[in-house]
């Protein structure tokens, strides 16, 4: 097989492509960085090159339609649970990066240059704008999950929740627990504005009675 200009033009594409969305994972610090989506980009673009030589006019996709499978292996390494206290999971963001970066060669591959860069062009635009919404989000609206332990007296608890209302958080009680020795422990899960947190957070911690506080 001769390999044309336009082949090596498309490989080059893929890494340039594949190195852009990489780069932004590398600063990121994840788990699939700067080198990772570059092969894959790169490997994707091979495959649907050889998929159309191989397959001819016949079936042309035959290799190419299996890197949409394929791909999914390699994004399930990428996540992972996080605190084991916690129902919050890591790597969904990257792994669909892995995903759409899979495409981004196939699409290359099959000739759809200018698809590829401005569906690149546009993935970018949508992890630094919306990485700001997110941020912004957190901030008005955060969930945290508040643990205290103090002294036992008639309504303990009810007095943290009224401390709760005053700083405009929302509240759920997610269980208590009373020892021998008089401590009870009560757990919230707490929602409201990082600022609000903040307030309350500073007002438990400057209580004397509480023996423990974990926010």
């Known amino acids: 097989m001769h390999v044309t200009q336009d082949i090596i033009w498309k490989l080059v594409l893929a890494v340039l492509i594949g190195g852009a969305i990489g780069a932004e994972r590398e ?27 191989i397959g001819g006019s016949g079936n042309p996709d035959r290799i190419a339609s299996n890197i949409v499978t394929g791909i999914g292996f390699v994004g399930a390494g990428v996540i992972f649970k996080g605190d084991i206290n916690q129902s919050k999971v890591n790597g969904i963001t990257t792994a669909a990066m892995i995903w759409v970066t899979a495409a981004f060669g196939v699409a290359i591959g099959a000739g759809y240059e200018w698809i590829a860069v401005y569906a690149c062009t546009l993935t970018l635009l949508v992890l630094f704008i919306f990485s700001l919404l997110e941020g912004w989000i957190d901030r008005i609206n955060q969930i945290r999950n508040y643990t205290i332990v103090t002294s036992f007296e008639n ?17 759920q009680r997610n269980g208590q627990r009373k020892s021998a020795e008089d401590i009870i422990t009560g757990r919230w899960i707490v929602q409201g504005s990082e600022k609000n947190h903040r307030h309350c957070i500073h007002e438990v911690l400057r209580d004397t009675t509480v023996r423990e506080f974990e926010f």
């Not at 990772?36 to 673009?45: H, N, Q, S, V």
């Not at 309504?155 to 509240?171: A, G, N």
């Open 27 to 53: 600063y990121r610090s994840k788990s699939a960085g700067f080198r990772t989506l570059t092969l894959i980009c790169l490997g994707a673009t091979i495959f649907t090159i050889f998929s159309q030589i």
């Open 155 to 171: 309504e303990t608890l009810h007095r943290y929740e009224e401390l709760f209302r005053r700083h405009h958080l929302k509240f």
